[in-house]
């Protein structure tokens, strides 16, 4: 018979993560957690896992949500929250309400009483991930890729883990151009889509909102002013939320700076607290003591959440955080965080307002993807020239998933200088900015406050120029808290555009002399082991080519230990799988060769953690688990 600890659950996997076989110990919470999935077969009614009951007596039933942000103004994490204000939007509440009032990284699970659907609903612009997958007579959805692949597996069809989603990673730092998900055979809903799943099967729908993005009629005046009633809205759902601590990230960047402005000029300074991680030697400790400082805020430490265990050896370093993200993101929570029941506040969305990608390619051909992508990410890695790291076909398949999301958005009418960012939005920001996010979930309720559809779809409005001088987001700082935009940041943020168009800034030095700021105890961050592993101690040619790559030392020491890793992980997986990554002669000369630019140090690292989680077994088996007498989830009324 099988012991208590493993009938328990993993934090981060529902299924007990093959690693607790073999020695490593894992954190554990209740199934309360386990994301919603719903699966049908061809001719017979959706199946529900993980779901709340449903309420005959109410139209709509919310049966499980994932993530957290705001809902019509209202702070929510969970069922209640979301029930609550569901219940008193009332007759107004339809699908395209959800579009209209969602905000953040969350998708919530529906029961509409009257229509005999289930309802999949998540934000509009879709940082929150929902998973499909569909083969022969089986679809099944969920925006839990654990607890989708977990389904599918214990229905005999696990998929397995996709080489694709992992080398684009390696490319970019996120997946989804070529590749939907790090497991083969899952799709993603694209942003403003939603299901609606009955008995006749699974049909995906689109939001109104979708089509007030790229309304060019609205004067920008008019759409700023919604804009900033859109973050004050979200900021005041964070700093009344009924969850405490609540936890800012502050930086010396812009959008961190603006989420203060908002949280400034609605007085909500004195209900959170602000934290700065990392170095001790970096701009971002030194600018956010100072904005401290000047405007009296307090200060705590950490991420904000419970951190009870740091990962000891170099390996669990990559794979805890690989693991809890199952491979959709390699930053992020891990195993070591615990439930804290706090709010965390980040400045996540705020490049949507501004330019991320286009304003880089105003000497380019737009269309010209091979050029782009060497401009964006290098021509050492996704490049089909003599330097290309990844395998020519993958490469192809890379270009032609960004050509076709090019020709998309051109058939939706964006502007031809905005398209590259208008990838940004539909791609990176919701797989690195989203993704992450709502990977916190298990043990906080993350929000990013200035998520926006009005900043974003202003800022695609605009001429490049416009875009890549942050008038949209100044504009909204100047709004909020006009004392913010004067004082310096880590690096200059104004541009000739901008005191073209706007005039020359006023700008003033912190205020000298100001007592530090109050710092105040959240959750205790504990000391790193004694016997943690590191790479070896920098020599004097590691710093000179740390200060060469603009890396810490510590990373340019570990450059050989990851170069033989790599190599031994590459012969694990094999030459057949291995060839459908990576351009096998370059491969192998990129082994050999010396690390001379950022772009092959990034290529390095990110090789070895893709294929880190490549072979670490996930613990799931592609088998069924229920008895022949059960039947596998709850069928949905008739």
């Excluded at 502050?250 to 991680?277: K, P, Q, Y």
């Excluded at 003033?508 to 700021?517: H, L, N, S």
């Excluded at 200060?547 to 030459?575: D, H, K, T, W």
Aim: charged letters at 20%; proline letters at 7%; a positive charge.
């Amino acid at each position: 018979m099988p012991d208590a600890n493993s009938r328990q659950r993993s934090l981060f996997h529902p299924y007990t993560h093959a690693a607790n076989r073999t020695g490593h110990r894992l954190s554990y919470h209740s199934e309360m957690v386990d994301t919603p999935v719903i699966y049908q077969r061809s001719g017979s009614r959706p199946r529900l896992r993980h779901t709340g009951p449903i309420d005959p007596a109410r139209r709509l039933t919310v049966l499980g949500v994932h993530g957290s942000g705001a809902v019509a103004g209202t702070f929510v994490s969970d069922v209640a929250g979301y029930q609550a204000v569901v219940d008193r939007a009332g007759a107004a509440v339809t699908p395209d309400w959800f579009g209209d009032n969602v905000r953040g990284s969350l998708c919530a699970y529906l029961w509409d009483n009257e229509s005999g659907t289930v309802l999949v609903l998540p934000d509009p612009l879709a940082g929150g991930l929902v998973y499909v997958h569909e083969s022969g007579d089986l679809t099944a959805v969920s925006s839990g890729l654990a607890e989708l692949v977990g389904t599918l597996a214990r229905l005999g069809r696990k998929p397995a883990k996709s080489l694709g989603f992992l080398a684009e990673v390696v490319a970019t730092t996120n997946g989804g151009w070529a590749h939907p998900a790090s497991y083969q055979g899952v799709d993603v809903l694209a942003p403003f889509e939603y299901l609606e799943i009955g008995a006749t099967g699974v049909r995906r729908c689109t939001y109104r909102a979708a089509a007030r993005l790229l309304d060019g009629s609205v004067p920008y005046r008019e759409r700023l002013a919604a804009a900033a009633a859109e973050i004050r809205s979200n900021v005041a759902a964070l700093a009344t939320a009924g969850r405490d601590p609540k936890v800012l990230h502050l930086t010396a960047g812009f959008d961190s700076r603006l989420m203060l402005a908002a949280i400034l000029e609605g007085g909500f300074a004195d209900r959170v607290h602000f934290t700065c991680t990392g170095r001790s030697d970096t701009a971002d400790k030194r600018v956010s003591a100072a904005l401290a400082a000047e405007f009296g805020l307090t200060m705590t430490e950490g991420q904000g959440a419970p951190l009870a265990e740091h990962p000891r050896t170099l390996t669990d370093q990559v794979l805890w955080q690989m693991r809890a993200a199952y491979g959709m993101a390699t930053v992020g929570p891990h195993r070591g965080y615990r439930p804290g029941g706090s709010v965390i506040g980040a400045g996540g969305y705020g490049e949507i307002a501004r330019s991320f990608y286009s304003h880089r390619l105003r000497h380019l051909d737009q269309h010209d993807v091979p050029a782009v992508v060497g401009t964006l990410w290098g021509g050492d890695v996704l490049s089909l020239g003599p330097r290309g790291l990844l395998a020519p076909a993958l490469v192809e398949r890379v270009h032609a998933g960004l050509a076709e999301r090019l020709a998309a958005a051109g058939r939706l009418g964006v502007r031809a200088d905005a398209r590259w960012d208008h990838l940004y939005l539909t791609g990176r920001n919701r797989y690195f900015v989203g993704e992450i996010s709502r990977q916190w979930t298990p043990v906080a309720a993350r929000f990013d406050p200035l998520y926006s559809l009005n900043a974003a779809a202003l800022a695609l409005s605009l001429p490049v120029d416009e875009r890549s001088a942050n008038l949209v987001g100044f504009d909204l700082m100047n709004q909020f808290c006009p004392a913010l935009a004067e004082l310096p940041f880590g690096e200059d943020r104004y541009t000739d555009t901008y005191r073209r168009l706007r005039g020359e800034p006023r700008r003033r030095p912190f205020t000298a002399d100001r007592p530090p700021a109050r710092v105040v105890p959240t959750f205790p961050v504990p000391p790193q082991p004694r016997d943690r592993e590191t790479f070896p101690e920098p020599t004097a040619a590691d710093r000179d080519l740390a200060e060469r790559l603009r890396i810490v030392p510590a990373q340019a020491a570990g450059i050989g230990p990851m170069r033989a890793e790599v190599r031994r992980l590459a012969a694990e997986i094999g030459p057949d799988r291995l060839d459908t990554i990576v351009n096998r002669p370059v491969f192998d000369r990129f082994l050999r060769a010396e690390v001379t630019n950022r772009g092959r140090f990034r290529a390095l690292s990110g090789l070895r953690t893709a294929l880190l989680w490549y072979t670490d077994p996930d613990g799931i088996t592609n088998r069924p688990r229920w008895l022949p007498s059960r039947q596998p989830g709850t069928p949905v009324p008739r």
